[in-house]
């Protein structure tokens, strides 16, 4: 028997079709409008910009994208300071409440995801109640900011209409927030650093250690966020209050031995690094007085062969703890500290040890075996220098522990010998500049050869010309070895600009690279080439193996990748599964075939993962600058788009820019 079908059942199919089809539309656009609304925010962060600006257009292009009234950023620097960094839509004047500070802070533990807020529930809290009535707030989202460490902070959204937040909405929200707070944590580490390096140059002009004690007090709360700062000495076994910020805090801070009672059981200060303290997790933290209501404690300790000799300390207001990275910022500084204090120390010992020898003619032969005795007994190597530049004296120990050669050895060669080629003149500049200023410091850093071997230390060099002084008859040198320093401080500065999870390139460092081949290639008449590409199954691994595969499987993807660069060839993971390739010097798309073959090799090998070898794939866009035309964003714009197109094309392919692809993706 056939069956026929009745007019009404088609009519019946053909509505659910339709509903499928407009459903599917639906979620097309909106997908489309995400990534449109994800790039905007990324064009904004990419700009380069103030801090203060930045942050204003942050929030009114996240306003913008999410039809919010008041946009407010609380502390992203995780300092528990709940004023209101920067805002829009909310009175200039505003703060939170005191009282509503351990609110705030419930927040942060009770919605660690984040969590919408209605009307009825914005009047019952007590953080959100008087914004609720003064701005007649009909709706909030609570979204905390996550860095790439720690908690840093939180986003708060309110509209002044009865629409909630959705949670597509919400989820939007989340990935656009970790964005914010990792370009505001890239930002807030390198105006640490550029704090300690401006404050190290104040420090530098003075050889008085009371000088250096107020420079470093005053430097210490701006470098690692905090309200107060002391600086506590150990000389003789008495401990002291040397100075302060703000200076009348000193009667009612701490006194030595509360701190040493403290931080007694912290292994962190006997091996001789950073350690902080809140009142909410320590037992012994006493009551805050109204003159210094600390709530928070950071101490780094400062040391001279093996032995404490005192305490920087910063204080916060608030029971927030010190980020892991401000503890190592912290140790970078009190290092420096001591080493500035040390010298101050030695010198003022030198000074007062040749003016004796000055005034004291017949005591000559044992004052100078004194100031031997100082010098074989400090860890810097001090040497004093004929006016050619040749070592007429040098402490034996350090020259050995430093240097790798007795003093005997040392004496009569020329001290240009020992530097590194390309510090050689500057060197030579610098003793030239001490020939002409008697009496006076010159500071200088170089590099000096260790031992024999092609190995090279960097020292903070000191020359003060007593040629004059009929007791000394030299330039007096002091060589402070500042290598672990040096080393430290490059580290955090690739930290600042690579991948965390790759240790490739982030967005930021291959901007910059880009803007400046673009540069260089109008000035050669050349080109540059950039090469975006992105996993064809990453989400299917994501999804079926979890994220720490995914993991393993970028990293696995960037090391191949690394094995297809030229020598000057440059690749970095701008986020999720995208990366990107720099070629410079380029001439003509056919110079690129090669390469592009052995990267779409490379991608094409599987990647192990639990036992099974998985295909990821990728697909790949290239865009060729034109002189004059193209800056950074825009050719990875373009390069963005010819992936997009080789992906539709059936993937596992790289496609060309052509101008037609402009239609393909919202700008």
């Known amino acids: 028997m056939v069956s026929i079908e009745r007019p009404g059942d088609v009519a019946a199919e053909m509505d659910k079709l339709k509903q499928a089809r407009d459903e599917a539309l639906r979620a097309a656009r909106s997908a489309v409008w995400d990534a449109s609304r994800v790039n905007r925010l990324l064009t904004v962060l990419n700009e380069p910009a103030p801090l203060e600006f930045l942050l204003e257009k942050i929030l009114t292009t996240v306003s913008e994208l999410f039809s919010a009234d008041v946009v407010v950023l609380l502390d ?143 430097a210490f709360p701006v470098i690692v966020g905090a309200d107060a700062a002391v600086l506590y000495r150990r000389k003789d076994e008495v401990s002291s209050i040397c100075a302060s910020v703000p200076a009348k805090i000193n009667k009612s801070a701490p006194e030595w031995s509360f701190l040493a009672n403290l931080l007694s059981n912290d292994q962190a200060i006997l091996l001789g690094e950073a350690a902080s303290v809140t009142n909410s997790e ?60 040390e010298n101050a120390n030695l010198y003022g010992a030198l000074r007062d040890e040749l003016r004796e020898r000055l005034s004291i ?105 007593l040629l004059h002084d009929s007791s000394v008859k030299g330039i007096v040198s002091t060589f402070h070895d500042i290598t672990e320093r040096k080393i430290f401080e490059k580290e955090l500065t690739e930290r600042a600009f690579s991948d965390p999870l790759t240790g490739l390139s982030n967005r930021a460092n291959f901007i910059d690279h880009v803007r400046s081949a673009l540069n260089i290639a109008v000035e050669q008449s050349t080109s540059v080439a950039l090469i975006f590409f992105d996993l064809d199954n990453f989400k299917r691994v994501n999804d079926t193996f979890g994220h720490v595969a995914g993991d393993e499987t970028l990293r696995t993807v960037a090391d191949r990748v690394k094995g297809c660069l030229r020598n000057n060839d440059m690749v970095a993971r701008l986020g999720g599964d995208e990366f990107t390739i720099l070629i410079e010097n380029v001439k003509d798309i056919s110079q690129l075939l090669p390469f592009l073959e052995r990267l779409l090799a490379a991608l094409m090998i599987p990647v192990r993962l639990s036992g099974i070898d998985v295909n990821v794939g990728g697909s790949i866009g290239i865009a060729i600058s034109r002189p004059n035309e193209d800056d950074a964003e825009s050719l990875l714009h373009k390069a963005d788009l010819a992936m997009y197109r080789a992906k539709k094309s059936g993937k596992g392919r790289y496609v060309v820019f052509d101008p037609a692809f402009e239609g393909d993706l919202p700008v």
């Not at 984040?114 to 959100?128: I, K, S, Y």
């Not at 044992?366 to 004929?386: G, Q, Y």
């Not at 080629?421 to 500071?443: F, H, M, R, W, Y």
Request: proline content about 4%; some cysteine.
């Open 76 to 218: 992203p620097a995780g300092s528990g300071k709940y004023s209101p960094l920067a805002s829009v839509g909310l009175p200039e004047d505003y703060e939170f409440e005191a009282a509503s500070a351990g609110s705030i802070a419930t927040l942060f533990t009770t919605y660690r995801a984040g969590t919408v807020f209605d009307r009825e529930m914005l009047r019952a809290h007590p953080v959100f109640n008087e914004l609720s009535r003064m701005l007649s707030v009909e709706a909030a989202a609570w979204i905390p900011m996550q860095g790439s460490r720690e908690l840093r902070g939180a986003l708060i959204l309110a509209r002044c209409t009865p629409i909630p937040f959705t949670r597509e909405e919400m989820g939007l929200l989340a990935a656009m927030v970790y964005r914010i707070a990792l370009t505001l944590e890239q930002i807030q580490n390198k105006n640490q650093l550029e704090h300690i390096v401006r404050g190290n140059q104040k420090i530098g002009r003075h050889l008085e250690e009371s000088a250096i004690e107020e420079e470093a007090v005053q």
């Open 282 to 341: 320590h037992s012994r933290f006493p009551a805050s007085s109204a003159d210094f209501p600390y709530r928070a404690l950071l101490a780094a300790p400062l040391f001279h062969d093996g032995r404490l000799r005192g305490l920087l300390c910063a204080f916060r207001y608030n029971a927030v703890d010190f980020t892991l990275e401000t503890k190592q910022i912290a140790m970078l500084y009190s290092g420096q500290i001591a080493a500035a204090l």
């Open 361 to 465: 003619e017949a005591s000559l032969r044992e004052s100078e075996e004194r100031f031997r005795a100082l010098v074989r007994n400090i860890s810097d190597v001090i040497a004093v220098l004929n006016s050619d530049g040749t070592i007429k004296y040098v402490g034996e120990a350090a020259a050995r522990a430093l240097w790798g050669r007795s003093a005997e050895e040392l004496v009569g060669i020329t001290l240009l010998d020992r530097v590194h080629p390309d510090d050689l003149q500057t060197l030579t500049a610098v003793i030239a500049d001490a020939l002409g200023k008697p009496g006076e410091n010159i500071s200088v850093v170089v590099r000096m050869r260790e031992g024999e071997a092609e190995t090279w230390r960097y020292f903070d060099v000191i020359f003060t010309n």
